[in-house]
């Protein structure tokens, strides 16, 4: 079965069992500070997973757009993607362990058809200093699952990874207990990193096994499902958020617990069609044409495999993005999308790819998705006219560094002149070691390595303090915040006309950074007006409320939204209303808030106010 086949199956399934189906949220998070990308199923649901009702009920499911930049440098190996869709369903303090497992068991054994015996799953051992106990309640369920397909499952404990590659599996195990490190979940990550408040638990993941596939001991001395080595893949992992960590790092259970299911859309095609290439059998269309319009084959080689798989998905990850209004950049998303568009040229060349047969590979991805994301078809002449034009500039770019590149003497190309080529000129490292074996020359890998690691410390770092790290962090100073830029945009509107949008965002634990279209310096005397709309806002102690609309509806009834082509057909709005009825901000936002103004501590001071780019302005605002 296909991407379609498998998404529709799984949302009539779950939807069969009493489950609304969502559409999926923007690949780029409107109004949410703490990341650039969408890059989890769960990620939109986070406000209803911390207790917000949620309008379609407690019962949801959905195929989810995901986007993770930090594989990009993976992509080119048979199962690292940067744009993938991760089919989720979620319980919000409904049904628990016995109906999630036995759900997503028989969606896989009866829906698609898949063997039980390649099937491997994972269990929480427990921990003693955590005072939380093995989950012995989800091994009864496997095991009575199993053994209703004639299979009597052992249970073994496997403790960290580096112990599985030692001890290995032994003949007959199938569910097994992994430490805190491999089948726990919480937003902040580990049980010791999460603050007090903060909710997570055990997870069970479900494995599948390609039996084709020799165990390679560069990954352990032997097999066993976590191990890297390819035999196992990852297709679906069931997290049980069932406790909440106390302010004296102990943990309580919760009184309403929730399911959160994430199975890789693309991975369940891997497993249904036995093949453990990913760019392969998800991405054939891309890989079809590629073939016609290039002078290489698949299968060529494994360096023309590379090329191919890179290609296959940085362009499909490069026109989703592009149809969500990212356009390329040197900032924030758009630096990404950049990326991947020259990532992608230096690729076409590789393969023999020319002149407008590139930008032509956005119709096939457009096709392969034309029923659940019809957007791609419909906007597939201007997004290959965006990938045109980056292709023009990076060329010319390329053009400047080759005169660069000349100017090196020696056999040696240092690892700092490869990374300036790299960084100032676009090069991929690929294309100076290509270079330089042409000229006879050798480049320092270890040097580049080495410039490379530092600038990814330095971006890292920069990144964390700008987006705090995924959802991670949704702290009460962070919510506080966030809440207030809706409340001060809506002053701006006020004072300054309705023609102001937001034009960006970032909240650190001290301040707010938001930056707002409008062509000239805002004086002093506006700002104060904001600032007292604001504090006003929060002396009224309105009511913080979210609703699910059409959003033809919302944007009809004067909803204020940048970006409307980014969101699907129904929108989370939200509104801070007044008890006497006074709407003081309405707004399209899936990010966290209080619950009322009055819980905002503090007054709301805007510290400096600047320009930001050609008709931005940019102010930083605190809560004193």
Known sequence: MDLQEIRKKYLAYFEGNNHAVIPSASLVPENDPTTLFTGSGMQPLVPYLMGEKHPKGKRLTDSQKCFRSGDLEEVGDNRHTTFFEMLGNWSLGDYFKKEQLPWFFTFLTEELGFDPKRLYVTVFEGDEKLGIGSDEDSVAVWKDLFKGKGIDAEVAKIGSEENGGKRGMKEGERIFYYDVDKNWWSRAGAPEKMPSGEIGGPDSEVFYEFTDIEHDTKYGEHCHPNCDCGRFLEIGNSVFIQYIKNEDGSFSELPNKNVDFGGGLERLVMASTESPDIIQVC??????????????????????????????????????????GVHPSNTDQGYFVRRLIRRSVHFADVLGVHGEGFASVVEPVAEMYSDAYPALKKQYKETEAIITEEEK??????????????????????????????STYGFPFEMT?????????????????EKMKEH????????????KGGLADSSETIT?????????????????????????????????????????????????????????????QCEVQTEVMKKDDARENGVEGSFWDRYPDEVTVYTVRCSDGTVLSQELCGGPHVKNTGDIIGTFKIKKESSSSAGVRRVKAVLE
């Open 283 to 324: 991405h054939a269309p891309i890989i079809d044409f590629l073939e016609k319009n290039s002078e290489k084959r698949y299968d060529e080689s494994d360096e023309v495999k590379r090329a191919f798989r890179i290609i296959a998905d940085h362009m499909k990850a490069a026109v989703f993005l592009i149809t969500e």
């Open 456 to 467: 990814q410390e330095l971006s890292r770092a920069g990144s964390e303090q700008k987006f």
């Open 433 to 449: 070691v290509e270079l330089a074996t042409e000229k006879g020359m050798t480049v320092d890998e270890e040097g580049f390595q």
């Open 393 to 422: 500039k990076f060329r010319a770019t390329l053009a400047k560094g080759m005169k660069e590149f000349e100017k090196i003497d020696g056999k040696v190309v240092s690892g700092e002149k490869a990374f300036i080529l790299f």
């Open 480 to 540: 506080a915040l966030h809440t207030c830029t809706h409340l001060m945009l809506a002053g701006l509107r006020k004072y300054l006309g309705s023609e102001v949008h937001q034009a960006g965002s970032n909240i650190t634990e001290e301040r707010l950074r938001f930056d707002f279209t409008y062509p000239e310096k805002v004086e002093r005397d506006i700002l104060d007006k904001v600032e007292e709309y604001v504090n006003e806002a929060l002396k009224e």
